[in-house]
Nanobody
C-alpha cells in the first residue's frame, strides 16, 4: 500500500490550492483517508478525514469553511481543496490511511499508512 501526495507549492494569502493523494496497492472505498499537516517547528496536526462510513470529520476548527476533502474512486485519489489560504496554513501536508474498518480515527493522528508529504508555502 502506498500514498503519494502532489499539488503542493506556493500560494498567496487568500488564494486556493488543491492537493492530491494517489493511492496504490489498495482501493479507497475500504478505508478512511485523512490529511495531516506540520508547520515549521510545530508538531503534526490532524486536519480532516473522509470515510464512506461517517463522511467528513474535522479535527481543526481553523480550516472549517475553507478546506474540503473529497475523493474520486475511479482515480483512486483523495483531494484536499484549500480555499482562502492563510499564512498559518503553510507546512508539509501528508495524507494518511486509517486501518479501522473504514472509520476515521478518533485521535487525529492515529493513522497506519502515510504518504511522503507535499510542501505548501504561503506568501503574503
Amino acid at each position: 500500500a502506498q500514498l503519494v501526495e502532489s499539488g503542493g507549492g506556493l500560494v498567496q494569502v487568500g488564494g486556493s490550492l488543491r492537493l492530491s493523494c494517489a493511492a496504490s496497492g489498495f482501493t479507497l472505498d475500504n478505508y478512511a483517508i485523512g490529511w495531516v499537516r506540520q508547520a515549521p517547528g510545530k508538531e503534526r496536526e490532524g486536519i480532516l478525514c473522509l470515510s464512506d462510513r461517517d463522511g467528513t470529520t474535522y479535527y481543526t476548527d481553523s480550516v472549517k469553511g475553507r478546506f474540503t476533502i473529497s475523493k474520486d474512486d475511479a482515480k483512486n485519489t483523495v483531494y484536499l481543496q484549500m480555499n482562502n489560504v492563510k499564512p498559518e496554513d503553510a507546512g508539509v501536508y501528508y495524507c494518511a490511511r486509517r486501518d479501522n474498518w473504514g472509520w476515521c480515527p478518533q485521535t487525529p493522528l492515529r493513522y497506519d499508512v502515510w504518504g511522503q508529504g507535499t510542501q505548501v508555502t504561503v506568501s503574503s
